[in-house]
């Protein structure tokens, strides 16, 4: 920033941002951030006090305000139809409720329960300072509640291939042709056109098309009847007028085919299409550069509150098949749909743009982004495409599923979003994904196997001279020593150490780590009768591991875990077990429960 320029101006002391709400607290005027005009709501013939309806509207208004989290119209229809309908809802409860502190989790259950979308109103209730804490603590468990794992379907690659091709033959066909007729355009402008030949005459009918959006009719003085000269008729053939409407600007079905190529390179949310602007463009676009073209998008995600719902995309074009190369063609689609609405007076900055077949009532010829998930659906029932099960339906939140699943990595939203909505929840994810887990279920075995390096004898299950025979033997140990281990002179709190005085973790002098490193020490040694204390073990740190974050659980105890849970299934049954348990004394029991605590630590 220079140090040339002036201060801004600051408002006086008094001044306060004008209220969304009417004077009487029931009326909301809502005005989005950009200054767009989202509509009125009017909540005075709602039934239920006035006092209580004030409350409500209240938190409505501040959601729908400028620096709330409601970014569309759409959104504030929805929530005012939810608020309307509480109203009634409380008006009919016996006794009935007239203020948001009588919103009892009861009250918020009889609500809810028959149905759950109703739990939506909580955006608004959660803004009242006068709702019960018990109540609010209902609303809030419900909010972070795990996300469901209701399967969603996603198209398959060679749909989405298929998909993704044909949007773009439709985008780069319309392109051809609009700038062909925009090169006839200009001929015609500059005088290179023979005069009345058939180039001429289509470039007078261009021209009138690109200054008025409109065919060129006459109207009866008498009856106000519109209709063609017969010398435009005669011009326009068999076609009709919207073929010839179609040489300067895209078809509705056009501009739906322009959505779905974006959303195939960029995963983007139909509300973001719906509001996108024309990109910035470096280098400018009429630079001659040797550098690719990089086109910054501007996206406003709403959802995400006043402080993270702007952001942006660089999007470089490297050639056909790239992001920018797609957003530089739905570019050139609709600039000449924009330069119609800019000689009207009605400039538009629109990334989507497409002519009507009919003008609404208001004189509107052009749709914009706004009508986007119309225009997808109208371009995918003329497309008529066949998958894998028949014919394909294009449907935005399909194809972004697709998108993310089939390219990884989020897409313009986070890591978890991304796992727990798109991955997990995918049924070709699912149906894929088993042999993956498979596999490295055996690799997470094995490497605990390989981790696992005490000794065990499972079959000397006593003190007698056959049980130290048979640990010499196996172990490798001397008579001696082996009797000493069956006799539990050499016991730790999980099992027998033969060496204590050389630890392979502490190398200067006698072991000094926690016993749970004894599962992964050559010097332990685990007969028989250890095996009740190691199953109650592995009782204990499973009880722990649900009472302890992810994090603290990967660090401190899943290595641990992974080791005793080896132990029992390799060397224990689930029938042996049940013996097992009975064997389990309070000895036990209390030194793992010391050593759990840290007590039994050197």
């Known amino acids: 920033m220079s140090g040339t320029g002036r201060r801004a101006a ?35 013939d709602c039934p239920g006090p006035e006092a209580f309806k004030r409350e409500l509207v209240a938190a409505f208004a501040r959601c729908a305000s400028a620096s709330g ?89 060679r749909e989405f291939k298929e998909i993704r091709s044909a949007a773009s033959r439709t985008v780069r066909s319309a392109i051809r042709r609009i700038e ?54 005669r011009l326009l053939g068999s076609e009709g007028g919207a073929a010839a409407l179609a040489r300067l600007y895209p078809t509705y079905e056009e501009m739906g085919a322009a959505a779905v190529l974006l959303i195939c390179h960029e995963a983007w949310n139909l509300s973001v299409l719906q509001v996108m602007r024309l990109p910035e463009q470096w280098p400018n676009a009429d630079a001659d550069a040797a550098e690719p073209a990089i086109h910054r998008v501007d996206t406003d995600k709403p959802r995400r509150g006043p402080r993270g719902r702007h952001g942006s995309n660089n999007l470089v074009d490297i050639g056909e098949g790239s992001a920018g190369r797609a957003l530089r063609q739905v570019a050139a689609l609709t600039a000449q749909a924009r330069a119609t609405l800019e000689r009207h007076g009605t400039p538009s900055e629109s990334l989507l743009l497409g002519r009507r077949a009919k003008a609404l009532e208001g ?23 066949a998958g894998d099960d028949g014919p394909v339906r294009v449907r935005a939140r399909m194809l972004r599923r697709t998108v993310q699943v089939l390219y990884g990595g989020p897409r313009n939203n986070t890591v978890r979003t991304h796992e727990d909505v798109y991955l997990l929840r995918d049924e070709q994810v699912r149906d894929e994904s088993g042999q993956v887990i498979a596999d490295g279920l055996a690799d997470a075995v094995e490497h605990a196997r390989a981790r696992v390096r005490m000794q065990l004898v499972p079959q000397a299950t006593g003190t007698s001279s056959h049980d130290a025979e048979q640990v010499a033997e196996q172990i490798g140990l001397t008579a001696d020593a082996a009797t000493q281990v069956v006799a539990g002179q050499w016991d730790t709190a999980v099992a027998a150490c033969a060496d ?14 926690s016993f749970l490193l004894c599962f992964a020490c050559p010097n332990a040694v685990a007969t028989g009768r250890h095996l009740p204390r190691i199953l109650y073990l592995h009782q204990a740190l499973e009880a722990l591991r649900s009472a302890v974050d992810a994090p603290a659980w990967a660090a401190d105890w899943a290595a641990h875990h992974a080791r005793v849970a080896e132990v029992i299934t390799s060397y224990t049954t689930p029938v042996e077990r049940a013996g097992l348990r009975a064997q389990l004394t309070d000895r036990d029991r209390e030194l793992i429960d010391r050593m759990l605590d840290r007590r039994l630590d050197s």
């Open 500 to 513: 204590f005085e050389h630890s392979p973790f502490t190398p200067s002098g006698p072991c000094a780590v």
């Open 363 to 385: 004189g509107d010829v052009f749709a914009d982004g706004a009508a986007a998930e119309h225009a997808i659906k109208a371009w995918s029932d003329s497309a008529a495409l």
């Open 10 to 44: 600051l408002p006086p002391a008094a001044y306060r941002k004008p209220s969304n709400l009417s004077t009487d607290g029931l009326v909301v005027h809502v005005v989005g951030q950009g200054g767009q005009d989202h509509g009125v709501y009017d909540f005075r």
């Open 69 to 157: 989290t409601w970014g569309s119209a759409r959104t504030c229809d929805n929530y005012a139809q939810r608020v309307r309908q509480f109203l009634g809802f409380a008006a009919s409860c016996q006794p009935p409720v007239t203020a948001v502190s009588q919103i009892s989790p009861a009250v918020w259950n009889r609500w809810t329960l028959p149905k759950p979308r109703r739990r939506q109103l909580r955006g608004v209730l959660l803004e009242i300072a006068t709702l019960p804490a018990d109540t609010r603590a209902r609303m809030q468990m419900q909010r972070t509640r795990a996300m469901r794992r209701d399967s969603a379907a996603s198209y398959s690659l």
């Open 180 to 233: 062909d007729n925009t090169s006839l355009l200009q001929r015609w402008r500059a005088g290179e056109t023979a005069e009345d030949s058939p180039d001429w005459r289509w470039g007078w009918l261009l021209d009138h098309i690109s200054r008025t959006g409109e065919l060129p009719r006459n109207t009866v003085s008498t009856t106000g009847h519109r209709y063609f000269s017969r010398s435009v008729r």
